[in-house]
């Protein structure tokens, strides 16, 4: 009996894996990306004691703020990351959150879509890092983990690109 009940839960099990696979196979592309950020890591500043920044998405004549979610910006000492979601922050630096980001969708029509990460300044922002994508419809997630390391500061940026519907 009981080997017989072993065998049978063994068969359920076989079919419902197949059947989780074959779903994944017939999936369409989705026709829309959903911008979600994770996280950014001030290594080293822009300028000297605190950055401002704040991350934007730029579509089609539009500018739309990320974080933080309503609008300005969010100080940075050096080593900081504000953590957002996804991957837990580098070891030694100093996680700041857990902060939510807007998160817009996109039509994946294969239109220039910047994601900028930016420093508020008097004299004009600057743009610390910036990241042009042109969307196609996605089954899965993309990852973007971006690093500058340039004109004396050294960021990281962390977002992904989900299908969306
Ligand atoms: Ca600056
Ligand atoms: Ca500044």
């Known amino acids: 009996m009981h080997r ?3 065998r049978a839960s063994l068969s359920i099990a076989v079919v419902m894996g197949s059947l989780l696979t074959g779903g994944a196979a017939y999936a369409e592309p989705a026709p829309k990306v959903r ?3 994770e996280s950014i890591i001030a290594y080293d500043l822009e300028e000297s004691g605190h950055d401002e920044v704040y991350v934007i998405a730029q579509y089609e004549g539009k500018t739309l703020h990320l974080f933080p979610t309503r609008s300005g910006e ?3 000492a050096r080593n900081d990351c504000i953590y957002i979601s996804g991957d837990s922050c580098p070891p030694g630096t100093n996680r700041l959150g857990y902060y939510s980001a807007n998160e817009p969708s996109y039509t994946a029509n294969g239109k220039l879509l910047m994601v900028a990460l930016r420093e ?3 004299s004009g922002d600057d743009t610390l890092i910036n990241v042009p994508i042109w969307p196609q419809p996605i089954s899965e997630t993309q990852y973007f983990r971006e690093e500058a390391n340039i004109n004396g500061y050294h960021y990281a940026f962390n977002f992904r690109l989900e299908p969306s519907y």
């Open 74 to 76: 969010f100080s940075v």
């Open 4 to 6: 017989l009940l072993t």
């Open 120 to 122: 508020d300044d008097i």
């Open 35 to 37: 911008v979600v950020l």
